[in-house]
């Protein structure tokens, strides 16, 4: 099994920053950040690999980074952000069979 805790949101100006944590009990390779906004599908955001390879979505390249802090922790660097970004952001791992997801954590982007 494996925990996930994320850390790191809160309530920020259009064109601020946040930085989400995501602390895993384990070593994990790939791990995701998933967004929810009220009334929408969940989407993924930003993955990145054991390797440091690097994916996102089209709506937060170049504002967004990804990154390994190391075996068990990474975190997402949100710049830039805009008001569409608010969700209920969710770091994601797949271990063995299975599928696991921290509990979330609230971004809200209002002025």
């Known amino acids: 099994q494996v925990q996930l805790v994320e850390s790191g949101g809160g309530l920020v100006q259009p064109g601020g920053s946040l930085r989400l944590s995501c602390a895993a009990s384990?070593?994990?390779?790939?791990m995701d950040w998933y967004r929810q906004a009220p009334g929408k599908e969940r989407e993924l955001v930003a993955a990145?690999?054991?390797?440091?390879?690097t994916n996102y979505a089209d709506s937060v390249k170049g504002r967004f980074t990804i990154s390994r802090d190391n075996a068990k922790t990474v975190s997402l660097q949100m710049s830039s952000l805009k008001p569409e970004d608010t969700a209920v952001y969710y770091c994601?791992?797949?271990?063995?069979?299975?599928?696991?997801w921290g509990q979330g954590t609230q971004v809200t982007v209002s002025s």
């Open positions: 384990r070593s994990i390779r790939r």
């Open positions: 990145i690999t054991s390797d440091g390879i």
């Open positions: 994601h791992t797949d271990w063995g069979l299975h599928s696991y």
